[in-house]
């Protein structure tokens, strides 16, 4: 046994030996191989001529459709700008900034760099992260005239190859010019030549250190870099880093560096090109490129078809550029902005980001419909929604009086004692007058802000941001950031977001995320996005419903805006908000149906006050594209809300002059019982005028009375405002006390009182479908009937208004018959007593 194990172990380290030295070898076999392999298939690439470039560009260029796929909004190589130059021609600055912030080791190493690619690519593997900046000028160039824009291993060492191979051929210098005179600076836009002239109209040897900072920064995102887009913050940034690489690989000094830092650069105006719909294009456009990155959109042969409805584009674009030229006339508000999306699907239909694209002067190519602005009491349905949410109805009534919410100031407005930093908070309304009581309804309808301010502390600004960002808030990111002034503009939103929130409203409940895009296809045909509903429910339906009865009453309206204002469209009943921030720096008005949502900005980019607000401004431009979005469409209405519950507490209901109640009946005068019907009920409350703190509990609403509503750090400022107010009014109104409430009960309406019937023809037999049923009911009670209701099934038959009360029905022509059906007789006295009886009867069913 001891011999046994003895060659047992010897054989096992000669194993072990041996075989981890065929292992080394076997890898090192294979690793030659493989390199053989590459070397020979390297050998037989061969570089095409770099001639072919705008051809290339041209064939495989990525093209966007309306949503007929039928209208070509834009072809993103079509007219393609290069001019090639010959390096002298180009200039130091450029070259050097070029370097700088793409290849600093561009005349050292030999194509590619060993350490950038295993950082690419080993260390990316290894640590999950994305490295950028591995690929050469070299590479660069390869990749973005030789090569698909498609990722594979197999693309990436034909680039390394083909970059290694080209450094063999041609100089340093004749590479950098090929790289120059082919980089992309967005739109159409290639080489240096054009860009300088277009950017700064001057040959690229006259280019400023600062301007060849800034054209060095924008190949790496020639649309997100554009100094004619919504980026230029992020444009600068990068200009700055160019400068600081130039300074860091000592290609400047630092005197020319804070020089270049301190220089002040003028770009020269955009020049109007082929396009339709730019500001939509353009967002498209960066949507393409941040998905499948910029060589696909370039020279990928993406066919795009979009949810653009370009009919109504441009009759958007007409009145929007209209209006926009007689606000800044009248009321200097210079430019405009529009959304339209369609609330069941979330498309949007038309996307205005300024009155003129091209325009210079108002920055028109600048997307506002993206950009983040004050939204004024716009926000207002928003922090409604929460608040019905908690239980408060259109009829809980707030007063609207002069308020302080600090809580760390007196009711008038003071600082309290050892509180002297706090910043008191007392706002206005928008005519600095106050109305005193207000239900809600009424409150949102004439956009009311002390109602707002007062309704966002009960529901809660915590609450009301996250609901903000369920329906689709993209901004408030930092809800600590914000106070009670949120609900009139405080935080900034973008039109796009808010057009959606409303859309929400339109649609019952159901968000459909804004989109864009109804397909992308490659150069072969292949689909690669394709629109798919992504809905899901953000409110219970009857939320929406309350919001869209609250801004659909033209008659809630009129105190502020008027019976006529362009808030009405006839024909069709219409939703709507206006907005206005301080100074009237901006003016919103978004409004919806349920198949159109259309949100229009108005104001000036760079913030200067207007005149007027919301609706003088806004509303003319909304109301057209209302007009148009509607046309040759019929008349929709809202679905009603639900009956507010008789059994939440008084003053959410609207009883603002005191919380307790009682119910009278007003046939018999006496105190209302379970009998009693609600349409001969009467409530009222004893007067006891406080404010809604001392009525509910904010924190649960639908609760009891807080034992110390004192607590509420609300209440004392709050209380001080509405006794103030009821000191100045009481006598305008009947103080009602227990005393007035009847000590007897109602007598009109008992069990005893409800009218009886019987049914007389129904038989026992069973009924052919076709057979004709005659019924008459009589009634075995005194009470006079004012009417009878007739049901098969729950299915309406007929009303009954007269003696003698008779009918007949046929069975096949009631939808829901059945084998054993079910008759049922509700009948009404004048009294508004309810009597019912059933029977059933029996039909063939063959």
Known sequence: MIKTTKIKNKIKKFFKKYTFKNIILLFLTICIAFAGIIILWASTLTLPDFKTFTEQRLQSSTKIYDNTGKILLYNVNQDIKRTVIPYEDMGTNIKNATIAIEDAEFYNHKGIRITSIIRATVWAKLTGKRVSGGSTITQQLIKNTLLTPKRTLARKIKEWMLAVKLEQVMDKDSILALYLNQAPYGGNLYGIEEASKTFFAKAPKDLTLAESAYLAAIPNGPTYFSPYGKNKNKLEDRKNLVLRRMLEVKLIDEVAYNKALEEKIVFQPQQPSNIAAPHFVFFIKDY??????????????????????????????????????????????????????????????????????????????????????????????????????????????????????????????????????????????????????????????????????????????????????????????????????????????????????????????????????????????????????????????????????MLADNGARVPTFGANSPLVIPGHEVAVKTGTTNNNKDAWTIGYTPSVVVGVWVGNNDNKPMKKGGASLAGPIWNGIMKQALANKPAEYFDKPDPINPNIPAVLRGFWQGGDTFRTDTTSGGLATSYTPSETQQEQSITNVHTILYWIDKSNPLGGRPINPERDSQYTNWEYGVANWWANNKAKYKIITSADAPLGYDTNHTSEMKPIFEIIGLTNEVYAKNDTISITINQKTTNLIKKIDVFVNNSYIASLKSYPFTTSFTPNEITNIQQNNTLRIIGYDTNGNVGEITNNFFVETN
């Open 288 to 549: 393409l490129e941040s998905k499948y990155g910029q060589d696909a959109v370039a020279v990928g042969g993406l066919q795009v078809t979009t949810t653009l409805d370009y009919e109504l584009q441009k009759k958007a674009e007409e009145i929007t550029l209209k209006n926009a030229k007689i606000n800044e006339t009248s009321w200097n508000g210079s430019n405009a902005a529009v959304v339209v999306i369609d609330p069941k699907t979330g498309h949007i239909l038309s996307m205005i980001g300024s009155r003129d694209y091209f325009d210079k002067t108002i920055d028109g190519n600048f997307n506002v419909t993206t950009a983040a602005r004050q939204p004024g009491s716009s926000f207002k349905p928003i922090v409604y929604a929460e608040a019905l949410r908690k239980g408060y109805t259109e009829d809980t009534t707030l007063f609207d009086v002069k308020t302080e919410f600090n809580a760390s100031c007196s009711p008038t407005g003071k600082p309290l004692p050892g509180h002297g930093g706090a910043i008191c908070y007392m706002p206005d309304n928008y005519d600095n007058a106050f109305r005193g009581p207000m239900k809600l309804k009424d409150a949102l309808a004439q956009s009311i802000n002390v109602i707002a301010v007062k309704l966002l502390y009960l529901a809660g600004i915590p609450d009301s941001i996250k609901l903000a960002h369920d329906l689709g808030i993209t901004t408030l990111n930092d809800p600590t950031r914000y106070g009670l002034s949120l609900v009139i503009g405080g935080g900034e939103t973008t039109l796009l977001d808010m057009t959606s929130v409303y859309g929400v409203f339109a649609n019952n409940g159901i968000r459909h995320p804004y989109t864009s895009i109804l397909s992308i296809k490659d150069s072969s045909g292949t689909v690669l996005e394709e629109y798919k509903d992504n809905s899901y429910e953000v409110l219970d339906s009857n939320i929406p419903r309350q919001i869209s009865d």
